[in-house]
């Protein structure tokens, strides 16, 4: 497969709002594409490279060789330079990776060099979205949509997924099954106002949990192995011997378990969420972070138990199979109402979510107790309530500070996610930002940035940050002609990819 051809759909898909439009060109362009090659496809035209952050910015790029007439490049030889590139180290490894760079633009056309300049500075945002490419993978290797859907769920990979459907067909499918030691995404949960409207919504029986402000973790045993992963599946189970030890005096020996990593003050208040993100992320002294501030376990679900799946299992039943296996201090509190219409059992949910708070917690997820466990999906069983007006939006710029944050990375521009994969503005903010908190995102931002004029650097989206507002008032300064009153920082979500951030749909229906 030439990267030109892949280049041409990229802008196709761009240019194309029509969904079932998109999934007809994608389609067409995986059947076209040998099985080998197929993943690599995927991953380009969703913005991602296999090898990760292989060190290339903006100043590398910006002085482009003469391009070539003629399309020649390949796929497989475009991932092979950026597997070189990847791999570069040490003395002497910035000269040879201008010049690698250097030669691969000159093997590609105008286009293609375009195309490449976007994919390594993480700019491909045509839409592609994992969604719209699992459906043109389906429809390309004439699979049910559901099965690759529940096998991509499986696996957390849609580009390794669509590799062996291509190359062995469905029945390829049903070897992607649920294995303790294999992470997969985690269920995500939709907003409510209130409690209230929460079960009013689910109009089921439903639980209503304590919403930590923690680590999202994933914990797998099978016999003496015990793993650790984040939302993200990154493997942290060094850094976490707290949960590797309570893990192992658990009864079962084979499971997944779904929760959060917490610490508690001397008054069983929590700490915040940067201050857990800073323990959890630390790699160096993991025993010094321990004692400097410890953390626990606080499961609310299970997956697999006793080497069987229960993900198909109704709510109310993998809780039972949970008590079973995890003590009462480590499971999440929570309160059951067994009739949503009746008003007694609401009034006693609203007050175990006033409880909650006052406990220092962030709010409460109302879970239907029929629901089965849905990973890697934002399911509608699933509804957060939290008790201020929050969204999870992207940095698109920082503005330079002046006065006492003079040189450092202060008013973020903040924006929403649009269904085609670009993102909208909203408005700026440097307010709720400590001093640790400007020092991290101007690290961060430096790492990301993609032009700076003096004044304003604009980055890559990829840095999700939660913002609390009072209101969405209308502005006609921004593209959505809206903007966000009262803005401020609660945190930098480090643990959420961009492509989780709230939508413009969801900023725009929430007005009111």
Same mark, same amino acid.
Not at 199 to 224: A, F, Y
Not at 369 to 395: C, E, I, M, N, Q
């Given at each position: 497969?030439?990267?030109?051809?892949?280049?041409?759909?990229?802008?196709?898909?761009?240019?194309?709002?029509?969904?079932?439009?998109?999934?007809?060109?994608?389609?067409?362009?995986?059947?076209?594409?040998?099985? *080998?090659?197929?993943?690599?496809?995927?991953? @380009?035209?969703?913005?991602?490279?296999?090898?990760? +952050?292989?060190?290339?910015?903006?100043?590398?790029?910006?002085?482009?060789?003469?391009?070539?007439?003629?399309?020649?490049? &390949?796929?497989?030889? &475009? =991932?092979? %330079?950026?597997?070189?590139?990847?791999?570069?180290?040490?003395?002497?490894?910035?000269?040879?990776?201008?010049?690698?760079?250097?030669?691969?633009? %000159?093997?590609?056309?105008?286009?293609?060099?375009?195309?490449?300049?976007?994919?390594?500075?993480?700019?491909?945002?045509?839409?592609?979205?994992?969604?719209?490419?699992?459906?043109?993978?389906?429809?390309?290797?004439?699979?049910?949509? =559901?099965?690759?859907?529940?096998?991509?769920?499986?696996?957390?990979?849609?580009?390794?997924?669509?590799?062996?459907?291509?190359?062995?067909?469905?029945?390829?499918?049903? *070897?992607?099954?649920?294995?303790?030691?294999?992470?997969?995404?985690?269920?995500?949960?939709?907003?409510?106002?209130?409690?209230? *409207?929460?079960?009013?919504?689910?109009?089921?029986?439903?639980?209503?949990?304590?919403?930590?402000?923690?680590?999202?973790?994933?914990?797998?045993?099978?016999?003496?192995?015990?793993?650790?992963?984040?939302?993200?599946? =990154?493997?942290?189970?060094?850094?976490?011997? *707290?949960?590797?030890?309570?893990?192992?005096?658990?009864?079962?020996?084979?499971?997944?378990?779904?929760?959060?990593?917490?610490?508690?003050?001397?008054?069983?208040?929590?700490?915040?969420?940067?201050?857990?993100?800073?323990?959890?992320?630390?790699?160096?002294?993991?025993?010094?972070?321990?004692?400097?501030?410890?953390?626990?376990? !606080?499961?609310?679900?299970?997956?697999?138990?006793?080497?069987?799946?229960?993900?198909?299992?109704?709510?109310?039943?993998?809780?039972? !199979?949970?008590?079973?296996?995890?003590?009462?201090?480590?499971?999440?509190?929570?309160?059951?109402?067994?009739?949503?219409?009746?008003?007694?059992?609401?009034?006693?949910?609203?007050?175990?979510?006033?409880?909650?708070?006052? +406990?220092?917690?962030?709010?409460?997820?109302?879970?239907?107790?029929? %629901?089965?466990?849905?990973?890697?999906?934002?399911?509608?069983?699933?509804?957060?309530?939290?008790?201020?007006?929050?969204?999870?939006?992207? !940095?698109?710029?920082?503005?330079?500070?002046?006065?006492?944050?003079?040189?450092?990375?202060?008013?973020?521009?903040?924006?929403?996610?649009?269904?085609?994969?670009?993102?909208?503005?909203?408005?700026?903010?440097?307010?709720?930002?400590?001093?640790?908190?400007?020092?991290?995102?101007?690290?961060?931002?430096?790492?990301?940035?993609? $032009?700076?004029?003096?004044?304003?650097?604009?980055?890559?989206?990829?840095?999700?940050?939660?913002?609390? @507002?009072?209101?969405?008032?209308?502005?006609?300064? @921004?593209?959505?002609?809206?903007?966000?009153?009262?803005?401020?920082?609660?945190?930098?979500?480090?643990?959420?990819?961009?492509?989780?951030? $709230?939508?413009?749909?969801?900023?725009?229906?929430?007005?009111?």
């Amino acid at each position: 497969m030439l990267l030109a051809r892949v280049a041409d759909v990229s802008r196709d898909v761009a240019t194309t709002s029509a969904r079932s439009r998109k999934i007809a060109l994608l389609a067409e362009l995986f059947a076209d594409t040998r099985p *080998e090659q197929v993943a690599l496809v995927i991953s @380009y035209l969703s913005g991602r490279v296999p090898q990760g +952050r292989i060190g290339i910015g903006w100043s590398v790029l910006k002085e482009r060789p003469e391009p070539a007439q003629t399309a020649a490049l &390949t796929v497989p030889e &475009t =991932d092979a %330079a950026l597997t070189a590139l990847a791999g570069l180290q040490g003395a002497g490894s910035q000269n040879e990776r201008k010049r690698l760079v250097r030669d691969l633009m %000159a093997a590609a056309t105008a286009e293609e060099q375009q195309f490449l300049t976007r994919l390594l500075t993480g700019e491909v945002r045509q839409g592609a979205l994992d969604a719209v490419a699992l459906e043109a993978v389906a429809k390309a290797a004439g699979a049910p949509a =559901d099965d690759v859907r529940r096998a991509v769920m499986l696996d957390g990979s849609l580009p390794r997924v669509a590799g062996a459907l291509f190359a062995h067909g469905p029945a390829a499918l049903a *070897e992607f099954r649920l294995r303790v030691g294999s992470p997969v995404q985690p269920m995500l949960a939709h907003t409510a106002k209130s409690v209230t *409207e929460a079960v009013m919504t689910l109009d089921v029986p439903c639980v209503v949990e304590e919403k930590l402000d923690g680590i999202r973790i994933q914990v797998h045993r099978s016999g003496d192995e015990i793993r650790v992963y984040t939302r993200s599946l =990154d493997d942290i189970t060094v850094r976490l011997p *707290e949960v590797v030890h309570a893990a192992r005096d658990m009864t079962g020996d084979q499971f997944i378990l779904d929760g959060e990593v917490i610490a508690l003050d001397r008054d069983g208040r929590p700490f915040s969420f940067q201050e857990i993100a800073s323990r959890v992320g630390s790699r160096v002294d993991v025993e010094a972070a321990r004692a400097t501030l410890p953390v626990s376990p !606080v499961f609310f679900d299970v997956l697999a138990a006793d080497g069987e799946e229960t993900l198909d299992l109704p709510g109310a039943e993998r809780h039972a !199979v949970l008590a079973r296996l995890v003590p009462e201090p480590m499971r999440v509190r929570r309160h059951v109402v067994a009739d949503p219409g009746d008003t007694e059992q609401v009034a006693a949910a609203e007050e175990f979510f006033a409880e909650t708070l006052r +406990r220092g917690h962030e709010g409460v997820l109302v879970k239907a107790l029929d %629901a089965t466990y849905v990973a890697g999906r934002r399911g509608r069983s699933w509804l957060k309530v939290k008790p201020v007006h929050t969204l999870d939006l992207v !940095v698109l710029a920082a503005e330079w500070g002046h006065g006492r944050r003079t040189g450092l990375l202060s008013n973020l521009h903040l924006g929403a996610r649009a269904l085609d994969g670009t993102y909208v503005m909203l408005g700026k903010t440097f307010k709720g930002l400590t001093d640790e908190m400007l020092r991290w995102q101007t690290d961060r931002l430096r790492e990301l940035a993609v $032009d700076d004029d003096g004044f304003t650097v604009r980055v890559r989206p990829e840095l999700v940050v939660e913002i609390a @507002y009072d209101s969405i008032q209308r502005s006609p300064r @921004y593209p959505a002609g809206v903007t966000l009153r009262f803005a401020r920082v609660l945190r930098h979500r480090t643990d959420k990819p961009a492509q989780e951030a $709230d939508t413009i749909e969801q900023v725009l229906g929430s007005r009111g």
